[in-house]
């Protein structure tokens, strides 16, 4: 999933969940979970074009993902769990992200953290995948935020 849906389901994690190492917990391990589920982003296909376009568009959504997420809810959510829940939804591939710079060349852990999370993710194109994202998405926001 893109970091901003993950990040999302951090903070609708953050909504429910008001103990920062529970929600971190479940926000880490939610990550893998929705990314079972086909979904679309940037890693969909990115063979096709140069690695560093993809790693741009990943790095610049991820950093809209920490800053709008956190922007939109600080004011609903204890700010200190809310950012706590988003570090750890999206901590899964920060984990792998330096495979992805520096292959061939990454330290071998890296490698191996990149091929444990490919076993379990699940990509598919756009448009069913985005709809497939956002249809999660919308449903861990009902659940954090509106379900009481």
């Known amino acids: 999933m893109t970091s901003i849906s993950h990040a999302l389901i951090g903070a609708a994690i953050a909504a429910k969940v008001p103990d920062p190492t529970l929600a971190a917990t479940i926000a880490f391990g939610t990550h893998f979970v929705c990314d079972a589920i086909p ?17 741009f568009l990943a790095i610049t959504e991820t950093f809209v993902a ?67 994202q956002i249809t999660v998405v919308f449903a861990f926001l009902f659940v954090g935020f509106v379900w009481k």
């Not at 709008?68 to 204890?78: D, E, H, I, R, S």
């Not at 999206?90 to 490919?118: G, V």
């Open 39 to 55: 979904h679309w982003d940037w890693g969909t296909n990115w063979r096709l074009r140069p690695r560093a376009v993809t790693g």
């Open 66 to 132: 920490l800053v709008g997420t956190f922007m939109l809810f600080y004011k609903l959510v204890n700010p200190m769990v809310l950012a706590i829940a988003i570090f750890f939804s999206l901590i899964p591939d920060w984990l792998e992200a330096p495979y992805y710079l520096l292959m061939p060349k990454s330290p071998k852990i890296f490698y191996y953290l990149y091929k444990a999370q490919s076993l379990i993710h699940e990509r598919l194109d756009a448009p069913w995948g985005v709809i497939t």
